[in-house]
């Protein structure tokens, strides 16, 4: 059967509801939410924290399942940890005990790939990222910045259809922030990924989406989901012009009332 | 950089200059006849008869005796211990079978399996390696499980999100994880052995550091017990310090 008569959606969000028990009662964490995303589209999550934005980036990378309700990752339904779902973690993950090379490789030493033809792709996204020369350290040795790069050529190695970021740049400093932010559009540009990525920065959201989702507090759905048209490359003339303005004061308007609803929920 | 050393190399002379000094004190004490050899022997009564057993081509059979033992008992210890400890510790299952077993052998010390050891396999050297074994097994498997729980969920996820099985995630994230923890718990399990292999040979040997001690006593040579108890704690300075320069070699990423 052709799958494919419908155009590509990448990924199927239906009425997915997550809810997680706790002593103090049920957590409904996402609540119907749905929306769907064809390929190629730089979707970026934003919201308020605790709205169940890493929820559902762990349901759709299948660490847990949802509630009720399905996703579909290109028309097949997520049952469990799926490798075409590359996620990098905000706490880059990396494996301690493996050098830079052996951490890039990993995912193609799971495919069982051979050694030369897997050291030679884990190079390739070694230099992609600008890590060249240190191939041979330990994650220990390296900046949070250059962790986060590991983490992303590790993902790219293993050459997922679909890339998950879970706030990856929160934890890093604001220059090597915007350093990073620079590649990973960079990268978007030439490998054409799709890609879904969390943050609670709106200027992040709009230096690097095509569309962007503004989520609700919890229960999590979505406020807002508009298409991000601003030009490319997004260069500081980008961030000044008016539509940028316009965009921002948009999004910061629905993100200010839903940050307020939550912070009455938590007084109550 | 330079300073540290410096004062590294300081506290080092310290240390040497206490050591003569405590020797100086307890040689000058015993000199002076305010106590019978018989109860303390002068240092260099002790030195003397090291000399002599050397001569004699006895000391180093204790030494190797009891260090085989040890080895043996403990390696083999290791070596299950390590696999089912990590089996244990990613299921919650099979440690639920288990738990009631590993709670009723933890709390035996080791002395309690020397007489049923005794009973089974006689004064061999197998007895030996069994209470080494038995003496370190669960106490390891424990730290084991513990350091294969201590392991951060998120590296085991990053692996499954890259594609690794349920194996591949115990070979290439739960055992290099926890190695750290596991070659610290061994470290001190291998403290524990000595004790072990120590208390059998008291009770039942004929060669080993355990003997030495034990058979002075029946003879009264006060000084050939200084010296057992000396080499015992030589021998496991040693083995200690062995360990540690391996230590840097298996886990090269620890290092600074």
């Known amino acids: 059967m052709d799958q494919r008569l419908t155009p590509a959606q990448e990924i199927e969000v239906q009425d997915v509801s997550k809810v997680f028990p706790t002593k103090e009662g049920d957590v409904v964490a996402l609540k119907d939410l749905s929306f769907s995303l064809s390929e190629g589209v730089f979707l970026v999550i934003v919201g308020a924290s605790g709205c169940g934005k890493s929820t559902l980036l762990n349901l759709i990378a299948g660490f847990t399942r949802p509630t009720s309700g399905k ?3 290109r028309g097949e339904e997520v049952t469990g940890v799926t490798p075409q779902c590359g996620m990098i ?19 193609l030493k799971m495919k069982r790939i051979p050694k030369k033809e897997r050291s030679e ?11 060249r020369g240190f191939e041979n350290s330990y994650p220990k040795a390296l900046s949070g910045g250059m962790k986060q790069r590991v983490s992303i050529a590790r993902a790219l190695a293993n ?5 998950l970021l879970d706030e990856p740049f929160a934890a890093l400093d604001a220059m090597t922030r915007q350093v990073l932010q620079e590649q990973l559009a960079r990268i978007y540009e030439k490998h054409k990924k799709t890609i879904i990525f969390i943050t609670h920065s709106i200027d992040e959201a709009l230096l690097l989406s095509s569309r962007i989702i503004i989520m609700t507090a919890r229960p999590g759905t979505i406020a807002q989901d508009l298409v991000n048209d601003l030009p490319y490359p997004r260069n500081a003339s980008v961030q000044l012009s008016d539509h940028y303005t316009r965009l921002k004061k948009d999004i910061w308007n629905t993100v200010q009332a839903e940050v307020l609803k939550s912070m009455e929920v938590e007084a109550d | 950089m ?9 506290y080092a002379y310290i240390s040497v200059a206490s050591f003569v000094f405590f020797m100086l004190i307890w040689e000058i004490f ?3 006849g305010f106590i019978e050899p018989i109860f303390l022997p002068a240092p260099s009564l002790i030195v003397l008869r090291a000399v002599k057993m050397v001569d004699q081509g006895t000391l180093f059979v204790h030494v190797l005796a009891s260090t085989r033992r040890v080895m043996v008992g403990f390696m083999v210890s290791s070596l299950v211990a390590i696999p089912f400890g990590i089996f244990l510790g990613s299921s919650r299952k099979f440690k639920a079978v288990f738990d009631p077993l590993i709670s009723l052998l933890r709390p035996l010390p080791s002395m309690s399996w020397i007489p049923i050891s005794l009973l089974w396999l006689g004064i061999t050297e197998t007895q030996k390696y069994s209470i080494v074994f038995m003496g370190s097994f669960a106490p390891s498997l424990l730290y084991i499980i513990e350091a294969t729980r201590g392991i951060d969920p998120i590296l085991i996820s990053a692996a499954q999100n890259l594609g690794a099985s349920r194996w591949d995630v115990m070979r290439e994230v739960i055992l290099p994880g926890a190695l750290p923890q596991i070659i610290a718990g061994l470290k001190v399990m291998l403290g524990i052995a000595w004790t072990c292999i120590i208390s059998a040979e008291l009770v039942a040997a004929e060669e080993g550091l355990g003997f030495l001690i034990m058979n002075a006593k029946e003879y009264f040579q006060t ?3 200084f010296l057992g108890m000396l080499l015992i704690s030589l021998t496991v300075i040693v083995i200690d310090v062995t360990f540690r320069m391996i230590e840097g070699k298996i886990l090269p990423w620890t290092r600074d």
């Not at chain 1, 792709?121 to 890590?131: H, Q, R, S, T």
């Not at chain 1, 050459?159 to 890339?163: N, S």
């Not at chain 2, 330079?2 to 300081?10: A, H, M, S």
């Open chain 1, 71 to 73: 996703i579909f990752l």
């Open chain 1, 89 to 107: 973690f905000q706490q880059y993950a990396l494996f301690p005990w493996k050098t830079v090379q052996d951490n890039v490789e990993f995912g």
């Open chain 1, 121 to 131: 792709i884990a190079a390739e996204f070694i230099d992609l990222v600008g890590l």
């Open chain 1, 159 to 163: 050459d997922p259809e679909v890339m």
């Open chain 2, 2 to 10: 330079k300073d540290k050393k410096g004062k590294g190399l300081l």
């Open chain 2, 30 to 32: 015993c000199r002076l």
């Open chain 2, 223 to 225: 000084d050939t017990i």
